[in-house]
């Protein structure tokens, strides 16, 4: 079991940046890989990005590759989303979560989830 909590979020005007941070606590953190969604109103859930264990590798979708980074701290069983260059419509709700898998883009593939933290970006 591993339990969320999801900090960082905020209203930003476009082509600016936010630092979204995730932090873990209960099992041991790094057993798990980690992966950002967002939910948009209105809108289904979609993967953002996703680490492994070690952070060594990671994956990201299509509409944030280039302006987000993700990036984990095993010691401080902590988990960082940077998102650069903002635009309107990566306003959402932010979401934290844990899986067994070694590296998935899939939600259903995740255990364990944050509540969320609202991002807006104003145009």
């Known amino acids: 079991q591993v339990q969320l909590v999801e900090s960082g979020g905020g209203l930003v005007q476009a082509g600016g940046s936010l630092r979204l941070s995730c932090a873990a606590s209960?099992?041991?953190?790094?057993?798990?890989?980690m992966g950002w969604f967002r939910q948009a109103p209105g809108k289904e859930r979609e993967f953002v990005s996703a680490?492994?264990?070690?952070?060594?590798?990671?994956t990201y979708a299509s509409a944030v590759k280039g302006r987000f980074t993700i990036s984990r701290d095993n010691a401080k069983n902590l988990v960082y989303l940077q998102m650069n260059s903002l635009k309107p419509e990566d306003t959402a709700v932010y979401y934290c979560?844990?899986?067994?898998?070694?590296?998935?883009?899939?939600?259903?593939?995740?255990?364990?989830w944050g509540q969320g933290t609202q991002v807006t970006v104003s145009s």
């Open positions: 979560a844990a899986t067994d898998y070694a590296l998935a883009a899939i939600s259903e593939r995740y255990d364990y």
């Open positions: 209960g099992r041991t953190f790094s057993s798990y890989a």
């Open positions: 680490i492994s264990r070690s952070g060594g590798s990671t």
